[in-house]
């Protein structure tokens, strides 16, 4: 099962907003409404920002919002703020064997 | 509070085995399916396998299939993955996570514990 795409970099002011996008299948992205996407600080363990495409967990700032169309899910972050500069990682549900592939990740730099 | 806390990671020779465990915390451990999730220093996730809650069903990444074995204690509350076999591309942090009860989603992690293989 191949990794998800996601571009390796992305920046904005603060302030802006910026998306990250998340490239699969349709064996992965575009058959499943199971798209998460995580944060990770640096040698921190990832966090669920976004969950079912669009959903956010508790405590989750509503600056992180989620999409997707076909076999593209994507990741907005309005309003960047510093504490925003981390890895962000897509995943997607790929079925009962494989469970879950995830993106390769995004380096969001606040400018 | 969810708290999950990963240990056994450490340095070992190619060829050699180990035992990961993960102690779980603030939530009833025995009701979630739980997973297993490595990166590599640098690189990104990797799903590596998956239980069931009473320890009946499991799955596993063809990278790791038939070397690896997830297992649990529910009295214990603590899930475990068995590594044989282990070669330098087994080298990563690996997280213990648990699985939303509406299924399909990650949604906790552990802290992670580093193993390296590496003569």
């Known amino acids: 099962q191949s990794a998800l795409t996601q571009p390796p970099s992305a920046s904005g002011s603060p302030g802006q907003s910026v998306t990250i996008s998340c490239t699969g299948t349709?064996?992965?992205?575009?058959?499943?409404?199971?798209v998460s996407w995580y944060q990770q600080h640096p040698g921190k363990a990832p966090k669920l920002m976004i969950y079912e495409v669009t959903k956010r967990p508790s405590g989750v700032p509503d600056r992180f919002s989620g999409s997707k169309s076909g076999n593209t899910a994507s990741l907005t972050v309005s309003g960047l703020q510093a504490e925003d500069e981390a890895d962000y990682y897509c995943s997607s549900y790929a079925g009962s064997n494989n469970f879950v592939v995830f993106g390769g990740g995004t380096k969001l730099t606040v400018l | 509070e969810v708290q999950l806390v990963e240990s056994g990671g450490t340095l070992v020779q190619p060829g050699g085995s180990l035992r990961l465990s993960c102690a779980a915390s603030?939530?009833?451990?025995?009701?979630?399916?739980m997973h297993w999730v490595r990166q590599a220093p640098g690189k990104g996730l990797v799903w590596v396998s998956r239980?069931?809650?009473?320890?009946?069903?499991?799955s596993y990444a063809d990278s790791v299939k038939g070397r690896f074995t997830i297992s649990r204690d529910n009295a214990k509350d603590t899930l475990y993955l068995r590594m044989n076999s282990l070669r330098a591309e087994d080298t990563a942090v690996y997280y213990c996570a648990s699985e939303s009860l509406e299924g399909a989603t990650i949604d906790y992690w552990g802290q992670g514990t580093l193993v390296t293989v590496s003569s």
């Open positions: 239980i069931n809650t009473d320890g009946s069903s499991t």
């Open positions: 349709s064996s992965d992205v575009g058959s499943y409404e199971y």
């Open positions: 603030g939530f009833s451990f025995s009701n979630y399916w």
